[in-house]
């Protein structure tokens, strides 16, 4: 069965320090990856998506993300995190039955 | 050009009443699918509509259903509301072509269910 993994429930990172949410994934073949962010009481915005080609993949608002067949991962990378990145991350995969299955997501705090 | 459109942005609704939400989806796009949002059980998928034809569903009560128009424009309707209907309903379309996957998501009706 299909399904995403985010162990970090809840990171807090000081301004301008680095992230990286983890994401790890099950699927049998080479899934399309996603990673979106919500804001509160928003709704998902698309960070970036991995479906082929480089496994490196460049985002919005700075972020990229590298997909790693051999560790079924695709962590999610910011070198310098700013106030406003404070949210909620969420990995999905969509496979062959084109629905997105999400992760339980990451909350994001930020500290001037 | 215009986002996904999700009306209304809020409800307040008695336990036991139904609802009905709307989503109309970016031009061109013909695939709409509804997720629930819930502190408990996080983004769950409901079910996807392509060419007003119901193509996935997901694992919920037969209280929960949908439908399509031939606009696109999509509606959810949930029937003898109950408390644990209360949640963040999203709404998502996409291009539906391989070379482009993914889902552009509105910004969600929040039903409470009182």
């Known amino acids: 069965a299909q399904s995403v993994t985010q162990p970090d429930i809840h990171i807090t990172v000081s301004e301008g320090a680095s992230l990286e949410l983890r994401c790890n994934y099950s699927y049998g073949a080479t899934p399309y990856l996603f990673w979106y962010v919500q804001s509160p009481g928003q709704g998902l915005q698309l960070l970036l998506k991995?479906?082929?080609?480089?496994?490196l993949v460049q985002g919005i608002k700075g972020f990229e993300a590298e997909f790693k067949r051999s560790q079924s991962s695709f962590n999610l990378r910011k070198p310098s995190v700013h106030w406003s990145d404070a949210a909620e991350y969420f990995c999905a995969v969509q496979g062959n039955t084109d629905k997105l299955i999400f992760g339980t997501g990451t909350r994001l705090q930020v500290f001037p | 050009k215009a986002g996904v459109t999700q009306t209304p942005r809020y409800l307040i609704k008695t336990r036991g009443q139904q609802v009905t939400l709307s989503c109309s989806p970016i031009s061109g796009h013909r695939s709409v699918s509804w997720y629930q949002q819930t502190p408990g059980q996080g983004l769950q998928f409901l079910f996807e509509y392509f060419s007003e034809t119901q193509r996935n569903k997901g694992n919920f009560p037969g209280r929960f259903s949908g439908r399509q128009f031939s606009n696109s424009r999509s509606e959810m309707n949930v029937s003898t509301l109950e408390l644990g209907d209360s949640a963040l309903y999203l709404c998502?379309?996409?291009?539906?072509?391989?070379?482009?996957?993914?889902?552009?998501f509105g910004s969600g009706t929040r039903l409470t269910v009182v």
């Open positions: 991995y479906f082929s080609g480089d496994t």
């Open positions: 998502a379309s996409s291009l539906e072509i391989p070379s482009s996957p993914g889902y552009t």
